[in-house]
């Protein structure tokens, strides 16, 4: 059975980096599946961030394209995330996925995602 | 960037009843779409994909169709488990992109 479990710090201030990484167990980071972040803002919807592929092939959010980086970590079988000059508008819960290409790309599975909270 | 708007925001209904949520896109997107499900203080879980497959392990009262911009989920004979928000999501193209989500909540 296919986990994701993200980490990282929970409080990140003004025009500083947030770091988030996603540890994969179940699946090979460096298998034919895809991986990727999304965000949701406390009772708000849900925005595609990033999607990586083994080869380290990525495709961002525009809205974002500046600020993020998403990167594999095969020999920890784990994937990351960067966003530059957070923002309280970053603020949210964080979510990894597995995308499946047969499927479309969709997301499934789902980490139980984390809280990011942007403040002095 | 494709726009996915979905309808109603809300919804009340009474165990048993069915209810159809509409998704539709700002341009055609054949039937790349799938549906997901997220109960509250939980991540979102795969229900539908490709507009009408079933995810393994989802019950057969979950139904979709459509295709090119418009789209919808059914949930026939709702189960309590079934009260909660639901989202929309093309995959079409990068940036994917989701619907604002309808909330089900018990009448």
């Known amino acids: 059975q296919v986990h994701l479990q993200e980490s990282g710090p929970g409080l990140v201030k003004p025009s500083e980096t947030l770091s988030l990484t996603c540890a994969v167990s179940?699946?090979?980071?460096?298998?034919?599946?895809?991986w990727g972040w999304i965000r949701q803002p406390p009772g708000k919807g849900l925005e595609w961030i990033a999607t990586?592929?083994?080869?380290?092939?990525?495709q961002y959010n525009p809205s974002l394209r500046g600020r993020i980086t998403i990167s594999l970590d095969i020999s920890k079988n784990q994937f990351s995330l960067r966003l530059s000059s957070v923002s309280a508008a970053d603020t949210g819960i964080y979510y990894c996925?597995?995308?499946?290409?047969?499927?479309?790309?969709?997301?499934?599975?789902w980490g139980q995602g984390t809280l990011v909270t942007v403040s002095s | 960037d494709i726009q996915m708007t979905q309808s109603p925001s809300s919804v009340s209904a009474s165990v048993g009843d069915r209810v159809t949520i509409t998704c539709r896109a700002s341009?055609?997107?054949?039937?790349?779409l799938a549906w997901y499900q997220q109960r509250p203080g939980k991540a979102p879980g795969l229900l539908i994909y490709?507009?009408?497959t079933l995810q393994s392990g989802v019950p057969s009262r979950f139904s979709g169709s459509g295709s090119g911009t418009h789209f919808t989920l059914t949930i026939s004979g709702l189960q309590p488990e079934d009260f909660a928000t639901y989202y929309c999501?093309?995959?079409?193209?990068?940036?994917?992109?989701f619907g604002q989500g309808t909330r089900l909540d018990i009448k």
């Open positions: 999501q093309q995959t079409n193209s990068f940036p994917f992109t």
């Open positions: 341009q055609g997107i054949s039937t790349s």
């Open positions: 490709t507009a009408s």
């Open positions: 996925a597995r995308q499946i290409a047969p499927k479309q790309l969709v997301f499934d599975p």
């Open positions: 179940g699946s090979s980071v460096n298998s034919g599946y895809y």
């Open positions: 990586i592929f083994r080869t380290g092939s990525t």
